[in-house]
């Protein structure tokens, strides 16, 4: 298994505070990504990395922000929890970028994220 | 937009059967294609990765083929057993920016003892 760690595991916080998760690796790989997982609306990609330092959007990034200093951590903060933003999250790494062919990506096990 | 369809949503059968999950995607200009298997409560597991010049892959009792020109893919089974119980997604990659591959919602599978 890829070594991908993510923490904490289980959260639950209030409306308004600010929470941040955090995704390790031990696979020196270059690409990383969050995800959430929402039933009906399947895996989600919020925000990826392709290095130190560089991040970009994906598609549901409204309310979310990241940063990756190192290459084996990237964060992912939710600025201000709002109750939309309760669901499970997945960090994802891959050694190749999106689009090009090979490109296979790896999953840590998840962190399930409550806001009341 | 990119859609990837996955029928039936949820799948019993007895223990030994063979069995074929289907994937669709709309675009058929894609890079990758992965099959995943997803227990309850858990990440997701890579199976199969299958590349735009390939037409199938192999991993013990798993074939998954792709047909790109009909814009699908099949991940077979052979001899479920009970354990292969999971959830079972799809993921097609294109040529765009890194990550952003398009996911299936799944077919939930149950092998019955």
């Known amino acids: 298994d890829a070594g991908i760690t993510q923490s904490p595991r289980h959260k639950v916080t209030e409306t308004g505070t600010p929470v941040t998760l955090r995704c390790h690796q031990t696979?020196?790989?270059?690409?990383m990504y969050w995800y959430r997982q929402d039933p009906g609306h399947g895996l989600r990609l919020i925000h990826y990395?392709?290095?130190?330092?560089?991040?970009d959007k994906g598609e549901v990034s409204d309310g979310y922000s990241v940063s990756r200093s190192k290459t084996e951590d990237f964060l992912l903060t939710l600025e201000s929890a709002t109750s939309s933003q309760t669901s499970v999250y997945f960090c994802a790494i891959s050694n190749k970028a999106g689009g090009t062919v090979g490109n296979e990506q790896f999953f840590g096990p998840g962190t399930r994220l409550t806001v009341l | 937009k990119q859609e990837v369809t996955q029928i039936p949503a949820a799948l019993s059968v007895p223990e030994g059967e063979n069995l074929v999950l289907n994937c669709s995607f709309t675009?058929?200009?894609?890079?990758?294609l992965q099959w995943f298997r997803q227990d309850p409560g858990k990440g997701l597991t890579s199976l199969l990765l299958?590349?735009?010049?390939?037409r199938e892959q192999t991993s013990g009792r798993l074939n998954a083929s792709l047909d790109k020109s009909s814009g699908r893919s099949t991940l077979y089974i052979a001899a479920s057993q009970p354990g292969d119980s999971a959830t079972y997604l799809c993921?097609?990659?294109?040529?765009?920016?890194?990550?952003?591959?398009?996911f299936g919602d799944g077919t939930t599978l149950t092998v019955k003892p």
């Open positions: 696979e020196n790989h270059r690409y």
């Open positions: 993921a097609v990659s294109y040529n765009t920016n890194a990550g952003k591959s398009t």
């Open positions: 675009d058929s200009a894609i890079y990758n």
């Open positions: 990395s392709y290095g130190v330092k560089d991040t």
């Open positions: 299958i590349q735009s010049s390939q």
